[in-house]
Structures are given as C-alpha cells and as structure tokens.
C-alpha cells in the first residue's frame, strides 16, 4: 500500500511539473495612453481606490497578478477570469466604448456591485482590500448611475 502511495505521489509530480509547460493564456497588459477611465473621466478618489483595489485586477490594462497565477492550474483559472471579465468590461479601454456603449456598462456595473456579484466571491477570498461594505457599494453604485447621467447630457 505505501509502495503505491509514494508512486502516485512522484506521478502526481511528475504531472504537475509537466503541466507548468502548458501557455497558461494569462492575457499581458496593454495600456494604451489616454484610454483607461481615469484617464477620461474625473473620478472621486474615494471611488477611485475602490475600484483600484476591487475590479482593477480583472477588469483593466493594469492587472497586478499575484505569484500563484504562475502556477498551473491556477493559472489557467486566472487566465480565463481577466480574459472574460475584459471582454464585458475593461477600464483601460474605456475610451474605444461608446458613449451608448459606456451607459449600458455602468448600469451593468451597478447592477452587478448591488447584487453581489461583483466583485467576484473567490478574489475576496484572497485579496481583503476587495471586501466592500454596504456602504462602498453604494459609492460603487451612486457613481456610475451619476456618470451614465452625465454622459446622457
Ligand atoms: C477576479 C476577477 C474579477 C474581479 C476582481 C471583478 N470582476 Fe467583474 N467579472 C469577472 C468575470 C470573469 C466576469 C464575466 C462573468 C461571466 O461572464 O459569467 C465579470 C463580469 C462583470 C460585469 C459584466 C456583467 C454582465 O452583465 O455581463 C461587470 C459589469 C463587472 N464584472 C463589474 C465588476 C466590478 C464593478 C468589479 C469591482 C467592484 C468587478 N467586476 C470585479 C471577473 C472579475
């Protein structure tokens, strides 16, 4: 039985050194000058280090990643989450959207901040700063439904 065991330990390790050589997909950053929402529009600060600290790592052309998104398959978790979170929003880019495009985003967002869904469950785990209060979501919120105002105007 122990014989066994160490087997499936070493191919165990094996695989997962042989897994480290798979493209994770992790997508890099590109910035582009003159793009990101910050760039753009005058946010509070308070707002502001809100979704540094809670969305950025997503939803952006600045993504800190940490040193377990190296990791398969973790990695490849990470690579799959910043490349869907970037397809239905992305704050470095926000100049590329729309002016009807960047409404229906920041009701997106809103919605999302208010039911919860956002920031994602599994990143608070790992990042506390991202924990908001009831009362930073309502930050969230109040701010992009005044800013879909303000591009309406
Ligand atoms: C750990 C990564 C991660 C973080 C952090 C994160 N998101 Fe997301 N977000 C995603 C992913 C992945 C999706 C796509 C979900 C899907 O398609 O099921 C998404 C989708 C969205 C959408 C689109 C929802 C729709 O209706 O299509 C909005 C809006 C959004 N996030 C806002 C935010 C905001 C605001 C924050 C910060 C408060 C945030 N997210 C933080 C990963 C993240």
Not at 94 to 97: D, P
């Given at each position: 039985m122990k014989k066994y065991f160490k087997l499936l330990l070493i191919i165990l390790l094996v695989a997962f050194a042989i897994i480290?050589?798979?493209?994770?997909?992790r997508p890099a950053n590109q910035p582009v000058a003159g793009q990101d929402v910050f760039e753009i529009v005058e946010i509070p600060a308070e707002v502001g280090s809100l979704l540094k600290n809670a969305c950025y790592d997503c939803h952006s052309q600045s993504v800190k990643y940490p040193w377990y998104s190296y990791v398969a398959p973790v990695s490849w978790l990470v690579a799959r989450d910043v490349n869907m979170a970037r397809e239905h929003l992305d704050f470095g880019k926000?100049?590329?959207?729309t002016k009807r495009k960047q409404i229906k985003v920041l009701g997106e967002i809103a919605e999302e901040v208010e039911d919860r869904n956002m920031p994602m469950e599994i990143y608070i785990r790992m990042h506390?700063?991202?924990?908001?209060t009831d009362k930073q979501r309502e930050l969230i919120i109040n701010w992009s439904e005044q800013l879909a105002e303000k591009i309406l105007e």
């Open positions: 480290q050589f798979i493209p994770s997909g926000w100049g590329e959207l506390s700063e991202a924990k908001l």
